[in-house]
Each structure stands twice: as structure tokens, then as C-alpha cells.
């Protein structure tokens, strides 16, 4: 699945921290975002921290071998290290040791341990991707919601423009005798009203533009321009392409909240067999190397001479083979088994959840995008008639046969019609685009 817009954060080739782009873009928030969330480096911590667990529990299948050495004065009486028999004098002793050893049969315990933790760790990464992925589709919400606002306020802006020409014409017409002055006190309050919904829309953009600076983690005292696509030039799949069973079938192979969960499946299926080889013996090889010196010894001579050669006397070397046999141990084994198997049960029915789930917002965003293209539709013939009317109540208006009141109710009702046919257009866009998602498409404009 091209989650490339989740993966920028982890594979380094993107370096938006050191400078910020002039004009933002869909894909520069998007990178931005997800490089700079506290959410997403908590969970790259969470995931790091994973993966030390399963280098940890892979090395504990290694053999291991440990130095020990220790050096003192031994008062009383005491074993002489170089005689082993009872001595009551003071002597110096130094004794050296080597040993370790390995595990060759645990029923698969250290191995099952070590590919739980290895699972457990790709599932940390997956919900890295998931938090990602969230983000992502926050900032597209964002970033429709400044794009359609910054097409209101166009609106807005033509219309004041309308009736300013409007005013002109009456104005001079009323110089003329052609029309009263109440026709022009009329459109002076429109012209007014107009003004006011202008600027009602400005902060409209700017209040979008500060929701969006803060999911970026933006200095709020900073330019922010986004580059503003009309809508009317997003590319869009076609609902064709867009099934519900289809994108599910693809969405259920390539999220990474699926696989997060279908990780943790097979991580708790290793650590039932884990917990069960608690029930069966286990066969470890030891070895052990160990050397002692006391200035006791007759082979005292010189310093150097002495202990070296009481150290190579006193030599010795050992290997052998231990079995360990589980009789009675509290019934920890047993409960730690029937634990691990509840535990198995839990994440099982979460994968489950999460593909039902899965589902159903798949299923339920279709509904809605063929909600929001029914509304569409709808909107795009209340503008056109509304248009029509329009053009028509002016004309009307030119020659008066029409009052000031009834042209203006027609311009608002046109006016509203433009406004709501915008967004129901982003409506649509931000419901193909969620498919697209869903789907395995990246987040693009």
C-alpha cells in the first residue's frame, strides 16, 4: 500500500525541519505533520523501545560465558586454598573463574519468546504508520476546510462587487427621476450586509488557517499560505473504481492497523507455546575454567614467579550436562499457560474488531459518498435555476418591472446557492478521497 506520505518520518529522505516551505501544499502538511507529532515520536519511541525487547530476548539464546575474580586476606581458620585443609594462619588469596553455558533443549520456550517479541515489535511499527496515517487524514480535513473557505470568500467578494455595480446604476437612475431613493437605500444595506459577510468569510480562512497551524505545531505569529487549488481541478476515482468490496479487500491487506493486529495474533500464539514448554524439562550444557592463588604456598618463590605458577597449578576445567525437571512450582506453570491462552482469546476477538470495524467505515464512507454526490447534484441544479432566476429578476429589474426587495432576494438566494453548491463539492471530495485512502492511494490534490 503506497503509504509513502507515513513513511517520510522513518526513512529520512525528507527535511522539512530545517526550513518551511513558503507556500504549503497537501504533501508538505502532511510530512510536516507527521515529522513534527508528539503522538508519532511517542510511538517511534514505543517502537524502538519494541525492538530492544526482541534483540533482548533473541540474545537469550546465545551461549553465555562470564569472568569472575576476587582478591583478599583470609583470617582464622580456613580452608588453605593450595592444601584444601584447615589452617588457622593469615594468608593472601586470589582465585580467578570462567564459566557459562547454554540451554539445548527448552521445548521451544526461547524461541517462541524471541518471535513473539520480533512480532511485537513489527506491530509497533505498524501503529506507527496508524497514528501516521490519522494524522494525514486530519490535515486533508484541514486543508479542505481552508480551501473551501478561501472559495466563500471569493464568493462573498463577487457579490459585493455585484452590488456595487447594482448601486451605480441605481444611482443614477434616481438622479434622473427613474427610480426612487428607497431603491438605492436598499442596496446600500445590501452593499453593507455584503461587506459584513465578506469579512465574516475572511475569518472564516484565517480561523481554518490557525486550525491547521496548530495540528502542524506552527508558531501561530507566523505567515501561513497555503497554494489554493480550485476544486473544480482535484483529480477523483471514479465510483466505479471505489466498491466497497473491493476497497475492503485491498484495505484489510494493507492497513497497518489490520496488520498491527494481526501481528499481535501470532505474537500471542508464540507466547501460548511459550508458557506451555513451562511444562516440560529442560537440558542445559555448563562449562567452567577456575584457578586460585595464596601466598601460603611453597611455590611462593618471587612475586611474579609464584603466582604464575600457582595459578597454572592450580588450574582446572569442567563441562557437564544438567537437566532441570518441573515436579511442582506453586502451579505457576499452569497458570501462567491458561493466562497466555485468555490472552490469545483477547487480541483474537481485537483482530476481529478491528476488521469488522474496518468494514463498516469502509461500507458507511461509500454511503456517504454517495450521499454527498446526491447532494451535489442537488446543489449544482438549485444553482443553475438559481442563476437563471437571477438573470432574469435583473433584467427585470433594468426595466422596471421588478423592486429593489425582490432582486435582492433573488442575488441572496443565488448567492447561498453558490455557497452551498462549493461545499458540497469539497463534501464530495473529502468522501472520494477517504475511498482513495482506504484504498492505498496516497493523500494527493
Known sequence: ????????????????????????????????????????????????????????????????????????????RSIDPTTNGFSSTQFLYNNFGLNGGVQIFNAGKLKNNAEATSLSWYASEADKLTIANDISLNVAT?????????????????????????????GKRVEVGLLPELNLLELETQLANDSSSYISAISTVQQSKLNMMALLNLDAAKPFEIIAQPVDQIKLQAFAD??????????????????????????????????????????????????????????????????????????????????SIPLFNGNQSKLNYQQSKLNLSNVMLQADNTHLKLKQDIYSSYTNAIVAYNKLNAAQKALNSSEKTYQFATKRYDLGLLGTIELLNNQNNYLKAKVNFKTAQYEYVFRIKLLEFYKGEALTL
Open 142 to 170: 484541514y486543508y479542505l476546510q481552508i480551501l473551501s473557505a478561501i472559495e466563500q470568500s471569493e464568493i462573498a467578494k463577487i457579490q459585493i462587487q455585484q452590488t456595487r455595480e447594482q448601486l451605480i446604476a441605481t
Open 242 to 323: 471505489l466498491q466497497p468490496d473491493y476497497v475492503f479487500n485491498l484495505a484489510s491487506q494493507n492497513m497497518p492497523n489490520v496488520k498491527a493486529a494481526t501481528l499481535r495474533v501470532r505474537a500471542a500464539e508464540k507466547n501460548t507455546l511459550a508458557a506451555k514448554a513451562g511444562f516440560y524439562p529442560t537440558l542445559s550444557f555448563g562449562y567452567n575454567l577456575t584457578s586460585n592463588f595464596s601466598n601460603q604456598s611453597k611455590d611462593w618463590g618471587t612475586v611474579w614467579n609464584g603466582w604464575n605458577t600457582q595459578v597454572s597449578n592450580n588450574f582446572g576445567q569442567n563441562v557437564g550436562l544438567q537437566m
Open 1 to 76: 500500500m503506497k503509504y509513502l506520505f507515513s513513511l517520510l518520518l522513518f526513512c529520512g529522505a525528507i527535511s522539512l525541519q530545517a526550513q518551511e516551505p513558503a507556500q504549503w501544499d497537501l504533501k508538505s502538511c502532511v510530512e510536516y505533520a507527521i515529522q513534527h507529532n508528539i503522538s508519532v515520536q511517542q510511538a517511534d519511541v514505543s517502537a524502538r523501545l519494541a525492538k530492544l525487547q526482541a534483540q533482548l530476548a533473541n540474545s537469550n539464546r546465545l551461549p553465555t560465558i562470564n569472568g569472575s575474580t576476587g582478591m583478599g586476606m583470609r583470617f582464622g
